[in-house]
């Protein structure tokens, strides 16, 4: 239970700050900007997997996270 706490007031902070990275008044430079939503979404997804397999590694958790993430990116390149 606790690693569900923990996880996900990650995941909403995360969403937070993604949701900020969009906010032009805080006057982010040009490169934050354009790439800080897409990080942040996978360090989401990062996050998630770490709150459904508690028992995996962290390394497994980032590979997972980098290979989903990828394959999203592809699928909206493909469209």
Known sequence: MKH????TVLIGLTVFLGLQS????LHLPVFIADHAGDTL?????YWGFRLISPSKTPKFALIAALIFSFLIELSQLYQ
């Open 41 to 45: 979404w996978t360090l989401m997804v």
């Open 4 to 7: 569900f706490i923990k996880y």
């Open 22 to 25: 969009r906010n032009q008044d």
